[in-house]
């Protein structure tokens, strides 16, 4: 294949816009590009000429100390001076070059103007900017976009989720300027719209936010309302029902010894059974009983992480004898603040849920642990919360199951009560924490819970 010559390349990086130049180790300028003409210079006579000349006094010592013993490329901020000696604020990327066993360096120049800043800026928070036309084409979008809704390559909104597509089209269409739509895998992304006009053409911009633990926040609120009117129907059931159960053991008991004074052992097995399931039934209503009554909560600052670690220790056994990888990431500080033997209780019940779901799929088996910062507040005293996700890769959940997870007695183990999750909803909430669930089928189940950060010991909901 024939090379290229030489005047090829210098001809392709004369079209590029960044203003490009190449010195060498005596910071000789030995190459410079068209686009230095922004700055006011003329490329083909700055060949030859001390690239230093061209920073003022205070930046050239940061430029040489960069360069020299440059082993990778380095990115900086500094000042140019323009060919009229205007002080202009640039981005500086060097690179090591390295022709026929000699040292170049490649730099090149980035104006610092109030758009790059802006764009920057808008880069950086932690929401959505979309710009869409009339057409649907995606004038502008900030990167958090990407991060939403993990998609790279997006030119237009057809190439967004099919949900968020269809609203931000009807949005356009009806003239709708707020609304939210949720996402497969249960995430919640609402929007606000402005309209207006630039060259001619008419544009849209939807300010998107994830607002995925908000909705959380609502579903978990009406959740305890139910429960708590769960505890009461609860406590006044189990009252009602103890003292016929045990009349009802007592007649049983009775007509056994009348049945084994007349040798009537057939009839006896019956009632050994009876008597059986009226202990089955007190054992339930014992258990329900204690477990709705008001506990005692003893709060104190602790690491959660050190709790996680102590029960994947206790459980270790189990986990290795069931191929389940057990991995736990702390990506903040991880002092909470609750009760600490409550909350062993509670990640004892759901990283053993994980190991019965693991138990019955195959292939991949994982408990993954992360304790995060939240963008949810307590709705109570708005203090932050920390967030500890119990990420499993188990079946998953029905979805027509998951409003029901919580509620006394609802399982889908044969052997199950039903009680360890409403115990679990029980503790977190007498903890003044939220707990949420999500999952998919074939893919695995989240359970978050969510507790006030050590930090809100003397304030908010712990305030004297």
Not at 1 to 16: A, D, G, S, T
Not at 67 to 72: E, H, T, V
Not at 420 to 434: A, C, D, S
């Amino acid at each position: 294949m024939r090379e290229f010559p030489v005047n090829f390349y210098k001809h392709l990086i004369n079209k590029l816009e960044l203003p490009i130049i190449v010195f060498d180790s005596q910071f000789n300028i030995q190459y410079v590009n068209k686009a230095i003409e922004k700055f006011g210079y003329e490329a083909e006579a700055l060949s030859g000429k001390p690239l230093l000349k061209m920073f003022p006094a205070h930046s050239r010592i940061l430029v040489k100390k960069r360069a020299q013993g440059l082993k990778r490329r380095t990115v900086f901020r500094t000042k140019l001076l323009s060919a009229e000696g205007v002080s202009v604020d640039v981005e500086l990327s060097v690179d090591i070059l390295k022709i026929s066993q000699r040292n170049y360096f490649l730099m090149e120049f980035n104006e610092i103007n109030e758009r790059s800043i802006g764009e920057k800026a808008i880069n950086l928070i932690n929401s959505g900017i979309l710009i869409v036309d009339e057409d649907g084409r995606i004038v502008f979008r900030n990167a958090f976009i990407n991060r939403l809704f993990g998609v790279r390559k997006i030119y237009h909104i057809t190439n967004l989720p099919k949900k968020v597509a269809e609203g931000l089209k009807n949005a356009i269409e009806k003239d709708i300027s707020t609304g939210e739509f949720e996402l497969d895998g249960g995430k919640f992304v609402g929007f606000n719209k402005e309209t207006y006009n630039e060259d001619g053409r008419r544009l849209y911009l939807f300010h998107l936010r994830d607002i995925t633990e908000k909705k959380l926040m609502e579903r978990a609120m009406k959740t305890f309302d139910k429960v708590s009117s769960l505890d009461s129907l609860a406590t006044g059931l189990a009252h009602e029902i103890k003292n016929p159960l045990a009349g009802m053991k007592l007649m049983a008991q009775r007509l056994d010894r009348e049945l084994e004074r007349s040798g009537d052992e057939k009839n006896r097995e019956y009632i050994k059974r009876i008597v059986k399931q009226i202990d089955r039934i007190d054992h339930l209503i014992k258990t329900l009983f204690s477990q709705v009554k008001q506990h005692t909560v003893d709060f104190e600052v602790f690491d959660i992480s050190k709790v996680i670690e102590d029960i994947r220790q206790f459980h270790e056994n189990e986990l290795v004898r069931n191929g389940i990888y057990f991995k736990l990431k702390i990506k903040t500080d991880p002092y909470v603040i609750a009760d600490p033997n409550q909350m062993h209780n509670v990640f004892s019940n759901l990283i053993l849920n994980a190991v019965d779901a693991l138990k019955q799929v195959k292939g991949e088996r994982k408990i993954e642990v992360v304790i995060r910062d939240s963008n949810l507040n307590c709705p109570i005293c708005g203090a932050p919360f920390k967030a500890i996700d119990i990420i499993d890769t188990g079946k998953g959940i029905k979805k027509e199951n998951l409003p029901k997870l919580f509620y006394p007695f609802f399982t889908t183990k044969p052997e199950g009560t039903g009680l360890g999750l409403f115990l679990v909803q029980k503790l977190i909430k007498e903890n003044r924490g939220l707990i949420n669930v999500e999952s998919e089928l074939g893919k695995g189940t989240t359970f978050t819970v969510y507790l006030h950060s050590g930090e809100a010991k003397n304030r908010g909901c712990f305030s004297k």
